[in-house]
């Protein structure tokens, strides 16, 4: 394990840390505008909310171009928002319109975006792992340079898939980045309860993989460790499993009672908020002062809320095409 | 025409697809240095490579999950699983992604993935490897269930799957590797989704795929020398079932005998049988008859392997009760 790269070093490009800071906001609002809407009962089903996480989804997308494949979990509203994919689309896919991203057949769990290279929200745990082989398998024979993504959580580790997966990238030296954004808890079974080894970057080096962990809640350090494991892979070394340490601030899922955790364990992370992290570093750099955060602070409400009214406005598929997705014509 | 066994016109095709497209690649259990367990790859990797024929752990979920995911990359891999009861491993990878992700995507994506897989008892290999368990896939929508019963089939197929843009699975049932037959190479793909008949006949209809194929065959020639005249319908496509093709011969024959090595409760036989109610109900003259394998995992011993799965002779007996015997 090396040492996890720090934030508190020179200060970073005013504009590249507003972005930062905004992706964040963005997600943040993005998913308290779900709850709300949930509340209201616009979206049904499951909805798992990356609010507290926003730094691992945000710093380590930093790391990846467009040729770059992503795949993420059930829990992707962060991963996708900070891939690029509008809200507008993302809202609309949970209200289940057609205008969704995956026209309403996906849901919150499922967004896909082929254009962006976002492979989609897997919601079997482990699942996505060995796609992500796959997708890197087949940059490698087509002799493409491209590397990819694979965001999991801590609940994968006790997956065979999780096993298979880190072996099979390595084994074939295959560039994937494994991201493990470990909130401590699979779903409500804390991770020392399910785990007898609790260092998930120490369970890559029996597999030949390299591996390092970072604080999750500095957006900085992410993006410094993740950029240091894609370059690694890029260059040729087989895959890499970064382990980014964090928390979820909101129960696993709307349908959640929390009863498996203290209020106070709770509080103590929320003084690690990421965001409230970032701005006060910001401030403290000299590079945020009120009147730039109130003006970001707008802006993020208005996409947010443009976003909601995409979704109201977005039209049903029509029932006829309920059977059109699920094979296409023979190829020429 | 070239005159060859089922286990060298899977290989044949396989070596087509891998001369013609880049994109090809086979990957599974000992495919390569060992030459397949069932010897279809052997003498590949020597042609083409351990780039394009890549031997694996033991992961099926991971191999197969990683197929799906090289086919989103566009590559068009081909998978082998050895035998059909390895492959609930990769259950997760195959239900919850191959057959999913064109719809959760809302047809964004695409899977055109090729798995192949051996299938079916009658080799003393008892209750871990001898299952017929074909239906189960043939349950899920999305996928495409292939049975090929010949050896023109089973090099056919195999291309005619690769043309497919989505996830199609061939179930090669172990028995019919030595099986020789005649290919020609040089024909455009099969068309992979009908149902052929294999004997023409007017008094009753044996519906039969994959391994029972040749027993259904044989049970035909027995009842013809009783004086009853069977027709046999070779399904070769499980999912689609061309309904039409079985509609078509139960309007001839009014009777129907639907073979299937599966066991007989929740069956793809059950489900033909179904169909033929809904859709030929006014045609039928007697009740469609199965035979199954009997409801018990399968025995090692040679004489209780035999009684559990379906006979030539079982098939003859139902034929004969549902025909009317002046016939």
């Not at chain 1, 770059?68 to 896919?93: K, N, S």
């Not at chain 1, 079997?124 to 992500?132: H, Q, S, T």
């Not at chain 1, 965001?275 to 403290?284: G, P, S, V, Y």
């Amino acid at each position: 394990m090396s040492a996890a790269p720090s934030s508190d070093g020179p200060t970073p490009d005013r504009e590249h840390a507003l972005f930062l800071l905004r992706e964040m906001l963005r997600i943040r609002r993005f998913e308290e505008k779900a709850a709300e809407m949930y509340s209201l009962q616009k979206i049904h089903g499951f909805l798992h909310l990356y609010i507290g996480e926003e730094a691992t989804g945000v710093g380590a997308m930093q790391a990846f171009t467009p040729e770059d494949a992503i795949v993420a979990t059930y829990r992707e509203h962060g991963h996708a928002i900070a891939r690029g994919m509008p809200a507008t689309v993302l809202m609309a896919e949970m209200f289940g319109k057609a205008t969704g991203c995956s026209h309403g057949h996906g849901g919150s769990m499922h967004f896909f975006d082929k254009a962006r290279r976002f492979y989609g929200g897997y919601a079997i745990v482990g699942g996505g792992l060995p796609i992500a082989v796959g997708l890197a398998l087949a940059e490698k024979l087509q002799k493409h340079s491209g590397v990819t993504a694979c965001y999991f959580g801590d609940g994968a580790v006790a997956e065979g898939e999780f096993h298979e997966a880190l072996n099979l990238a390595a084994l074939w030296k295959l560039p994937v980045v494994f991201l493990c954004e470990n909130n401590l808890y699979a779903m409500g079974t804390a991770l020392a309860r399910h785990q007898a080894q609790t260092d998930i970057s120490a369970k890559a080096a029996p597999y030949g993989l390299a591996s390092s962990a970072v604080d999750g809640m500095d957006v900085l350090a992410v993006e410094a460790a993740a950029k240091q494991a894609a370059a690694f892979v890029r260059a040729g070394n087989g895959p890499y499993l970064l382990e980014l340490r964090t928390y979820r601030f909101r129960a696993h899922s709307m349908a959640d009672p929390d009863l498996y955790r203290t209020k106070e364990e709770i509080e103590e992370w929320k003084k690690r908020d990421p965001l409230a992290l970032f701005d006060a570093r910001l401030r403290a750099w000299g590079l945020l002062e009120d009147a730039e955060r109130a003006r970001l602070e707008a802006e993020v409400t208005a996409e947010i809320e443009e976003a909601v009214r995409f979704a109201e406005a977005g039209p049903w598929e029509p029932v006829e095409n309920l059977l059109a997705d699920v094979r296409g014509p023979v190829k020429s | 025409m070239t005159k060859m066994t089922y286990r060298e016109a899977v290989r044949a095709a396989l070596r087509k697809a891998l001369r013609s497209d880049p994109r090809v690649f086979l990957m599974g259990e000992d495919v390569g240095r060992y030459g397949g367990a069932f010897a279809v790859s052997h003498g590949l990797l020597a042609e083409f490579g351990p780039e394009r024929i890549r031997d694996t752990p033991l992961s099926e979920s991971t191999f197969v999950g990683a197929g799906i995911g090289a086919a989103l990359g566009g590559m068009r891999p081909i998978v082998e699983i050895m035998t059909v009861n390895f492959s609930f491993l990769a259950m997760d990878q195959i239900l919850n992604n191959a057959a999913t992700l064109r719809h959760m995507s809302g047809g964004q994506l695409n899977v055109p993935l090729v798995v192949r897989m051996a299938t079916g008892g009658g080799r003393q290999m008892a209750a871990q490897h001898s299952n017929s368990l074909e239906g189960w896939y043939a349950h899920i929508p999305g996928i495409q269930v292939l049975a090929p019963a010949t050896v023109a089939d089973a090099y056919g197929m195999l291309l005619g799957a690769l043309r497919e843009a989505d996830p199609v699975f061939i179930f090669e049932h172990a028995t019919l590797y030595p099986l020789e037959g005649e290919v020609d190479e040089s024909a455009e793909p099969l068309e992979i989704t009908r149902a052929a008949v294999r004997r023409s006949g007017g008094d009753v209809t044996l519906i039969a795929y994959g391994g029972s194929l040749g027993k259904a065959l044989q049970a035909a020639e027995r009842l013809a020398q009783a004086g009853i005249e069977a027709e046999v319908l070779d399904l070769r496509a499980l999912r689609p079932l061309d309904i039409p093709a079985i509609v078509a011969s139960v309007a001839k024959t009014h009777r129907a005998v639907v073979v299937d090595e599966a066991w007989r409760t929740g069956s793809l036989a059950a489900e033909i049988s179904a169909q033929i109610m809904e859709k030929a109900f006014d045609d039928l003259d007697a009740p469609v008859a199965r035979v199954c394998s009997a409801e018990v995992p399968m025995p090692y011993a040679k004489h209780l392997e035999t009684a559990a799965l379906p006979k030539v002779e079982e098939i003859v007996r139902a034929a004969q009760e549902l025909v009317p015997r002046h016939g």
